[in-house]
């Protein structure tokens, strides 16, 4: 089945420590999202992609780099100039178009140690 | 600034109807979405609205009011199962980037 895939599930950073999520998809949508959710939040866009290898900021980049050298892949890295990166990140997906609905991924809890 | 106001928590019981609205302040304006998402969950969506009107998708409808920046979700026949977060969603810049409301936490009860 088509879908969005996000791993780890659970993932445990360091202090000082960069971490990356992976994200793939499998659906041919051209455009790719990373939000963040704090609990009892609404999403933040961290960034997007809406062609390979050509991504732009969101709301709350600073801290974070992603790359999209593939259509099916946008990583996400949380580097160690993020000081409060615990929160829930959510992928998706989407064909791009203003009025096509964007496709999540089940999401990664990231804790620091 | 660009802003969306939901309220944060709706209690109905079973059967019932339940309207959550959502109000915005943005830049631009393309159109509303609204999702759902269950604890813990993936947000799956729900509906819709770039035209003013209502917008029905079995037993949910949304309601778009352009010239009031108002919308509304409103969900019919309620079921334990609808038990969830709802967040009101605007794509104000082109690029389909949506801008989320902090979401409405709906609790069904028998």
């Known amino acids: 089945d088509g879908g969005i895939t996000q791993s780890p599930k659970y993932l445990f950073r360091k202090e000082g420590q960069n971490v990356t999520l992976s994200c793939e998809q499998n659906l041919n949508h051209d455009a790719m999202y990373w939000y963040r959710q704090d609990p009892g939040q609404g999403l933040r866009l961290i960034y997007y992609s809406q062609i390979v290898n050509d991504f732009q900021k969101g709301d709350i980049a600073e801290g974070y780099s992603v790359s999209r050298e593939k259509k099916e892949s946008f990583p996400l890295t949380v580097t160690s100039a993020q000081k409060n990166p615990t929160a829930f990140y959510l992928c998706a997906s989407s064909l791009g178009q203003d009025n096509q609905p964007q496709h999540f991924g089940d999401g990664t809890r990231l804790s620091i140690l | 600034g660009q802003s969306l106001e939901q309220p944060s928590e709706v209690t109905a019981v079973e059967g019932a109807i339940v309207q959550i609205n959502c109000t915005y302040q943005t830049s631009g304006f393309y159109g509303l979405s609204w999702y759902q998402q269950h604890d813990g969950g993936a947000p799956t969506f729900l509906s819709y609205?770039?035209?003013?009107g209502l917008e029905e998708t079995g037993r949910f409808s949304s309601f778009l009011s352009r010239s009031d920046s108002y919308g509304y979700l409103l969900l019919q026949e309620l079921q334990m199962k609808d038990s969830a977060s709802y967040f009101c969603a605007v794509i104000s810049g082109g690029y389909n980037k949506l801008i989320f409301g902090a979401g409405t936490r709906l609790a069904v009860h028998p």
């Open positions: 609205n770039a035209l003013d």
